[in-house]
């Protein structure tokens, strides 16, 4: 017996295998069971990842407007005067900022937000219902600025900041009740809902921010630390948004690792990829300086990625480091090693991680920063940022 496959074609039938057992072999044809199988999903490139991030946002937020008070006169069989009995109309909606941990960029925030209108009062004494809030999830580490002001800041997980207020429900001819008069018609409407021009600015929220020059092994080193997959090549800028990697340990701990694209010299002037990704440096509580070996004279790159950072902001580049000398399987960085620690006073990890040679150094020491940040913290009375 032939049947039709769903492509129209003429495929054999089979009997099936007892109920809840898969069949012995496929009752298809190959054309068809290849359009069945389960869709990878695709891998987006470096390129067009930056169109999905977007680190900061011009808002425009309003509040929703209350609804109006209700004008009525009760009225029953035999009770001709029944006296006002007109409800305070429903509040407007508020618009919310809340910050998700699962969201990692602001492009999934619209340039327009309105929370809903409240309801308009009824009749007896029913008051109008109050419009529904409006939540925005923007991710963790959100900084909200109104005229060059930061308002808010967001930096946990499930924060939540009330970006414009909804209008208050007007009055009905109810509450205008007294004993001079004893039958009000007037009532008031509802008021608009508050309106506000506000600017996102994304800044990641990280343990630790690896900082080094284009080709340094940033990325590579990410990669070998924890399970994000940033793009790896042979060319400079390779990376052109931040990936944030975690690292697990035993404990149960998890530290937050940020690949922040490279620096050049004058980064803090706006050039290269300029400011735009030195923000996401002033959120780490400690800094992975990663410094290529193999070039000649590598403790002048330490040196200029200090100065950049000190330049953006005083007080950057004081913060709880560790150098690592990336691409130690190379001769040249064997021979440079010993010249970059007499240069430097800051303790110097060789590794490599392409070959993933001295990571267990790396992970200990970086499980060692954590625990002092989170002593500090807990020490200030503060609680310490969790992933």
């Known amino acids: 017996m032939l049947l039709r496959c769903a ?20 009752t298809s044809c190959a054309a068809c069971s290849k359009n069945r199988r389960l869709r990878q999903k695709r891998v987006i490139s470096e390129k067009k990842l930056t169109r999905y991030f977007v680190d900061h946002r011009r808002v425009r937020v309003v509040g929703g407007q209350g609804g109006g008070g209700g004008q009525s006169f009760y009225s029953e069989p035999r ?7 007109g409800g305070n109309g429903g509040d407007g909606g508020h618009v919310i900022l809340k910050a998700d941990q699962q969201t990692k960029s602001l492009s999934s925030v619209l340039p327009f937000y309105q929370g809903f209108h409240g309801e308009r009062g009824g009749s007896k004494n029913c008051y109008g219902a ?5 939540y925005v999830k923007v991710p963790v580490g959100t900084l909200v600025k109104e005229d060059g002001v930061v308002v808010a800041d967001l930096t946990q997980h499930g924060e939540e900041y009330v970006a414009a207020y909804g209008g208050a429900g007007g009055k009905g001819n109810r509450f205008f009740l007294s004993n001079e008069k004893r039958a009000p018609t007037f009532f008031t409407p509802g008021e608009p809902g508050q309106e506000r021009v506000l600017y ?3 800044k990641t929220a990280a343990h630790a921010g690896l900082v080094g020059f284009p080709n340094a092994g940033k990325s590579s080193l990410l990669r070998a630390l924890s399970n994000a997959k940033p793009a790896v090549a042979a060319y400079p800028f390779t990376t052109l948004n931040p990936h944030v990697g975690i690292v697990r340990y035993e404990d149960y701990e998890q530290v937050a690792v940020a690949d922040i694209p490279g620096l050049i010299r004058g980064a803090h ?5 300029g400011m735009a990704f030195l923000r996401h440096i002033e959120r780490c509580c400690f800094l992975l300086y990663v410094v290529d070996l193999s070039v000649s004279q590598p403790w002048i790159q330490l040196q200029d990625l200090k100065y950049e950072l000190e330049q953006y902001k005083k007080g950057l580049s004081t913060r709880p480091c560790v150098v690592i000398g990336n691409k130690i399987d190379l001769a040249e960085s064997r021979i440079n090693l010993p010249l970059l620690k007499e240069q430097i006073n ?11 040679d001295n990571l267990e150094e790396l992970l200990l020491h970086l499980k060692e920063l954590y625990d002092t940040y989170v002593k500090m913290e807990q020490a200030q009375g503060q609680s310490p940022v969790k992933w």
């Open 7 to 26: 492509l129209g074609l003429r495929v054999p039938s089979v009997w099936r295998s007892a109920p809840g057992r898969e069949p012995a072999f496929s």
């Open 79 to 85: 009770k001709i005067f029944g006296g006002p009995d």
């Open 130 to 134: 109050n419009g529904a809030c409006v």
């Open 200 to 202: 996102l600015e994304l």
């Open 269 to 273: 002037q706006n050039r290269g990829l």
């Open 346 to 356: 800051d303790r110097v990890i060789a590794l490599s991680a392409l070959t993933g």
